[in-house]
């Protein structure tokens, strides 16, 4: 069994910066991308930014320039660097985990709540 643990959110100022956590944990025999989404409420989940094994990246147009995504492969782990937050920024953060166990799969974390408010 795959587990995917998120840390890092909680309330911050407009301007403020936050930086979110994912762990891998269980019989991962390979680790292939890795991603962030979030999900406001009355809103679909979208992707925020995403991680190949070998470091290339992909962002929301919302976020270039103030969000950076990184990873590291020996501890199964990514996160996301968010400065300069928004308003609109608030919503909970779901990482995600493209990776080989038995089968190559996705897996979801359970989530974690940002939220951007003076």
């Known amino acids: 069994q795959v587990q995917l643990v998120e840390s890092g959110g909680g309330l911050v100022q407009p301007g403020g910066s936050l930086r979110l956590s994912c762990a891998a944990s269980?019989?991962?025999?390979?680790?292939?991308?890795m991603g962030w989404y979030r999900q406001a409420p009355g809103k679909k989940r979208e992707l925020v930014a995403a991680i190949t094994r070998d470091g290339i990246t992909n962002y929301a147009n919302s976020v270039k320039g103030r969000f950076t995504i990184s990873r590291d492969n020996a501890k199964n782990t990514v996160y996301l660097q968010m400065n300069s937050l928004k308003p609109e920024d608030t919503a909970v953060y779901y990482c995600?985990?493209?990776?080989?166990?038995?089968?190559?799969?996705?897996?979801w974390g359970q989530g974690t709540q940002v939220t951007v408010s003076s």
């Open positions: 269980g019989s991962i025999v390979s680790m292939y991308a």
């Open positions: 995600t985990a493209h990776l080989r166990t038995i089968y190559v799969e996705s897996y």
